[in-house]
């Protein structure tokens, strides 16, 4: 900045240590002329932006007050959360600075899967049968009356981590431990979360994803993405998503009714939406409504619906500088890659021939030879990404089949080593 020009807006974009979509914001931002301040837990970050940032813990009633005084110190004009566990906070900091934002006892419901349910059945949104079950008490009384299939999923995680179908008693109590085994694993902080499960009836259909921005209550759909893979378990592992839509216009319509109904009963108003629905025997059936961005890097799918990168959106409209939407002719797509096993990443063999296939704009593997790989319902990387982009719908999802098909994932079985050492009495 030189002399006498006005200093750019200032964002504050609050990111957990591990956050898909940290990079993706901070490009967003440069390419709008937005300084970005970084609040987060990772001071020795890899990100150079977290690592420069503000050093905070989240989880800290204390985090409020250092935030408001970094705002003294340089004003902000938005405020941006990166995920599900910092959105409540954002919304705090928000409201205290009169800056575009959830009621925070809103985003709060966003990131708790009863608390969700509960209000959106109270509203008359369409959601599955469902009760919550206290893994601190007896199982067997509390499954006795489950709908068959049922879903065990815990309260808290995202990305169809610890979902799991079960079709009867025995399967739902070992499914029951093993989310429970997940749990000790997680720094859950909601001491309830970590307790507690949400056990609902399986509902059959198709899934859809709707991606929108609230402005003042009112959703504005960026885009409706079919998921073709059919999803009815055991474990729900994200794989194709496909815009534009290939349902038919009343199926549309109604997804996006149902999600706009429960933004409301939520008491979502502000910024943007990533819901999950099911095409149920009855109708659109809400699986879940977050208060954040769609995960990984599929929001890159949304320059073809919309023009700009999803996170440009969401940037522009929390500094009031709203963009216009551009939506091109073409439709896009892309492939979550699926985990194949459990085991350490040796190689992934075809990359050059799926880059090959027409349509077919990326192959991004994100997780390193080397590493371990940890597949669904336990895991929480996707193995990588496939991007295409052609005149229908139908070709994305037939390049996104065969670029998959030429991949050859290497993975070597996990080696434990086992201490057999004699401690000596003597």
Do not use: W
């Not at 399967?171 to 507690?196: K, T, Y």
């Not at 996170?311 to 939407?325: D, F, K, N, R, Y």
């Not at 077919?360 to 496939?386: C, M, N, T, W």
């Not at 719908?393 to 079985?413: F, G, K, Q, T, Y």
Request: with cysteine.
């Amino acid at each position: 900045m030189t002399h006498g020009q006005p200093a750019a807006p200032c964002l504050l974009l609050i990111a957990t240590p591990g956050s898909y979509r940290t990079a993706a914001y901070l490009a967003a931002a440069r390419t709008l002329d937005i300084d970005v301040l970084v609040a987060s837990e990772g001071r020795h970050s890899l990100v150079s932006a977290i690592a420069a940032g503000l050093h905070v813990d989240l989880s800290d009633p204390g985090a409020l007050e250092v935030l408001l005084e970094a705002n003294r110190r340089r004003p902000f004009h938005g405020v941006v959360a990166t995920d599900d566990d910092t959105v409540e906070l954002a919304s705090r900091i928000a409201e205290q600075l009169g800056l575009p934002h959830n009621p925070p006892e809103a985003a709060r419901r966003t990131r708790r899967k009863d608390q969700a349910r509960q209000a959106l059945q109270a509203a008359g949104v369409r959601v599955p049968a469902f009760q919550l079950v206290d893994l601190a008490q007896p199982l067997s009384p509390q499954l006795r009356n489950m709908p068959l299939p049922a879903v065990l999923k815990p309260l808290a995680l995202s990305g169809s981590r610890g979902v799991i179908r079960v079709d009867d008693m025995a399967r739902a109590q070992a499914a029951c431990a093993r989310i429970e085994a997940l749990l000790r694993r997680e720094p859950v902080r909601d001491a309830f979360a970590a307790s507690h499960l949400l056990l609902e009836s399986f509902v059959p259909g198709p899934e859809v994803a709707i991606e929108g921005l609230l402005h003042s209550g009112e959703l504005h759909v960026l885009a409706l993405f079919d998921k073709p893979d059919p999803l009815n378990g055991p474990y729900f592992e994200e794989t194709y998503y496909i815009m534009p839509s290939r349902h038919d216009a009343a199926d549309q319509d109604a997804s996006v009714a149902c999600v706009r109904q429960a933004c409301a009963a939520l008491g979502l108003r502000e910024g943007p939406v990533h819901a999950e629905l099911r095409l149920g025997p009855q109708g659109p059936v809400i699986m879940e409504v977050a208060s954040r961005t769609i995960g990984g890097e599929c929001a890159r799918l949304l320059v073809t619906g919309t023009g700009h990168t999803l996170e440009s959106l969401v940037i522009a409209h929390a500094t009031g500088q709203p963009l216009a939407c551009e939506a091109t002719a073409d439709a896009a797509g892309v492939l979550m890659i699926p985990t194949p096993g459990a085991g350490i990443l040796r190689r992934v063999e075809g990359i050059p021939a799926a880059r090959a296939v027409p349509g077919i704009e990326d192959v991004s593997i994100a997780i390193r030879d080397g590493y371990e790989l940890v597949p669904l319902p336990d895991g929480s990387s996707y193995l990588g990404f496939i991007f295409a982009r052609a005149p229908a719908p139908a070709a994305v999802e037939s390049a996104l089949r065969a670029a998959h098909d030429c991949l050859n994932v290497v993975i070597a079985p996990l080696i434990g080593i086992e201490d057999r050492r004699v401690l000596r009495t003597d």
